[in-house]
Structures are given as structure tokens and as C-alpha cells.
């Protein structure tokens, strides 16, 4: 019994110190960094431009480097298109994949309905076929 009251009590100490720390969260004027007096060192207009001297000097060293071996020098536009088609790809696998497994789960309901009849299982590729959908692609 005393245990009880104990545990209870603890549980309304620490309640109340929950409340009491939101309450003065929701109704102290001004915020953490207007009373750290805290400003940001850069503005977005220097994060921007450092942003972009940074692609530029990327850009500048791989082309360097890309000279050194005999080839053509990217652009900015160039690599942004590997990029989209990089991304384009990787979409395209994920659609891909996701595909794979539901005609996987298909072909398990369709064969297990088969079995009940007594019909022989089907192939994923059979299966394929018979929804007309192209096999899947070697993978480069």
C-alpha cells in the first residue's frame, strides 16, 4: 500500500514538472535565440553563392581531371541530364521491382488455386505471357 502512494506521488511530481516546463515554453516572450541573442553568421544570399562557387569549383576539377584522361569536359546542363537520367533509371528499377513482387503474389494466389483444382502450377514467365508483360530487362 505505502509503494503505491509513493509511485503515485512520483508520477504527479514529475506530471506537473511536464506541465509547468510547456506552459512556460507556450507563454515566455520571445524565443531561444532572441535570448541567446543568437544571429546567423551568413545570409542565404552568401549560402547561394557559395552553393554554386562550390559546383563551379567541382565542376572545374573533374573537367581537369577528364582532360588528363582525353576527355570531353562536362557542363553544368550535362550533368544535371545524367542526373535526371540517373534518377529517371532508378525509377524506372523501383516501378520495376515493385512489379515483380505483386505478379509474384499474383502467381502464388493463381497457383494455389490451380493446385485446389488439380491443374498443373504455372511459371512466372508463363505468367507473363499471358498478361502481356514484357520479361524483365538484363540489368547493366
Do not use: C
Not at 509511485?7 to 516546463?21: E, K
Not at 543568437?38 to 559546383?55: G, L, Y
Amino acid at each position: 500500500m505505502g509503494g503505491e502512494i509513493f509511485v503515485w506521488i512520483m508520477v504527479g511530481i514529475f506530471g506537473l514538472l511536464f506541465v509547468m516546463v510547456i506552459l512556460l515554453g507556450i507563454f515566455y516572450p520571445g524565443s531561444g535565440a532572441g535570448q541567446l541573442d543568437w544571429k546567423p553568421t551568413r545570409s542565404p544570399e552568401v549560402e547561394a553563392q557559395n552553393e554554386v562557387d562550390d559546383i563551379a569549383q567541382m565542376l572545374a576539377a573533374t573537367n581537369a581531371k577528364r582532360r588528363r584522361r582525353g576527355e570531353k569536359d562536362l557542363t553544368e546542363e550535362g550533368m544535371n541530364a545524367r542526373v535526371h537520367e540517373e534518377l529517371r533509371l532508378q525509377a524506372e528499377m523501383r516501378d520495376r521491382t515493385v512489379l515483380d513482387s505483386e505478379m509474384v503474389q499474383l502467381l502464388d494466389a493463381r497457383n494455389e488455386r490451380r493446385r485446389k483444382r488439380g491443374l498443373p502450377e504455372m511459371t512466372l514467365d508463363e505468367f507473363r505471357a499471358s498478361l502481356d508483360v514484357p520479361p524483365p530487362r538484363a540489368q547493366s
